[in-house]
């Protein structure tokens, strides 16, 4: 019965982990879950990852965050590139280099980079860091 009681609690656990505000995709630590402008020596802008996109959201299958991130975006009726990290090794790749990290989407804007998605914050982050790039959208 004891080991029962154990497991018991470990899917209480880990149902509350994954489905709290700072679960897995998500966190309320700032340098995870906030818009980071690139320095002036290391200006990264989403169209030099790829020449046809100005907006660049890394994101993964079965991810409930990734998708919050598509849809923030598609809310704004913006043009944007969706890059799944498990389709390609260079996606990875470049979702690791910009500090992807294990958690949720990396939106690239203009030379704005988004790191995880938090319901509060992030969508208003993406509609000022669209907003700065101008009339082009």
């Keep these: 019965m004891e080991s029962f009681a154990k497991f018991i609690l470990v899917v209480i656990l880990t149902l509350a982990f994954l489905?709290?505000?700072t679960g897995p995709f998500g966190s309320k630590d700032n340098k995870k879950n906030s818009v980071i402008s690139s320095s002036k020596s290391s200006v990264i802008k989403a169209n030099e990852i790829?020449?046809?996109c100005?907006?660049?959201v890394y994101t993964s299958t079965n991810c409930r965050r990734c998708d919050a991130a598509?849809?923030?975006l598609e809310s704004k009726d913006v043009r944007y590139c969706n890059k799944d990290i498990n389709q390609s090794k260079i996606n990875m790749d470049t979702y690791d280099k910009l500090g992807g990290g294990t958690c949720g989407p990396v939106a690239v804007i203009g030379n704005k980079i988004i790191r995880g998605f938090s319901y509060k914050f992030t969508k208003k982050s993406y509609s000022?860091?669209?907003?700065a790039m101008g009339p082009m959208y």
Excluded: F, Q
Excluded at 128 to 131: C, E, F, H, S, T
């Design 54 to 56: 100005n907006i660049i």
């Design 128 to 131: 000022r860091a669209i907003d």
């Design 50 to 52: 790829d020449p046809m």
């Design 19 to 21: 489905y709290s505000e």
């Design 70 to 72: 598509v849809e923030a």
